[in-house]
């Protein structure tokens, strides 16, 4: 049986994919959003029994998370310039304006956003990396709470690439298919 679609094409029904593989099934050459998520400045650091990634090793589709290293932690917490940031109830609302303000200015498509305590989950629609638009997410939110005085502007919360960061790792970034 087929029936008419609004195009004019015929289909038949029900539509069935020839193979259960749905990136087969796929014709874009963008995904269709990112997951990006970033931690707070010194609230998780390599080697927490919570568990951690080390690019290096530990960094594959499916492999295992780096195992628990006290020493590494210790090392790690050493290294801190400052006291981990946790974002209260303010922090949390300006810090979200923030980065809905970027996706504005920038076009970026905010699918979803949800600022924690210690971390920021987002999925974005972007046609840049999504390295770029972590990165842009937190220097907004950084530079938002220092300009209204709910981060002291002394500390330099350094990531690894960026002096502006309120991350202290590099974040997640995933493709949504």
């Not at 076009?107 to 629609?125: D, E, P």
């Not at 209204?148 to 960061?165: A, F, I, W, Y």
Request: glycine share 6%; aromatic share 6%.
């Amino acid at each position: 049986m087929s029936e008419a679609r609004p195009s004019g094409r015929a289909t038949s029904w029900p539509l069935m994919m020839e193979k259960n593989d749905y990136v087969e099934f796929q014709r874009r050459t963008e995904p269709l959003a990112f997951l990006i998520t970033f931690r707070c400045y010194g609230t998780w650091l390599h080697g927490d029994e919570r568990g951690s990634v080390d690019r290096k090793n530990f960094h594959t589709f499916g492999a295992s998370d780096m195992p628990a290293n006290r020493k590494l932690a210790a090392e790690e917490k050493h290294k801190l310039r400052h006291a981990a940031i946790k974002l209260n109830r303010v922090q949390r609302v300006v810090a979200e304006d923030a980065i809905r303000e970027v996706c504005e200015h920038r076009g970026y498509g905010l699918v979803a956003l949800n600022v924690r305590t210690n971390h920021v989950h987002s999925v974005v629609k972007a046609s840049c990396k999504p390295e770029h638009v972590m990165d842009t997410f937190k220097a907004y939110a950084t530079r938002r709470l220092r300009e209204t005085g709910l981060l002291d502007p002394q500390n330099k919360t350094v990531g690894k690439t960026r002096e502006h960061s309120l991350s202290l790792d590099r974040g997640s970034r995933r493709k949504s298919d």
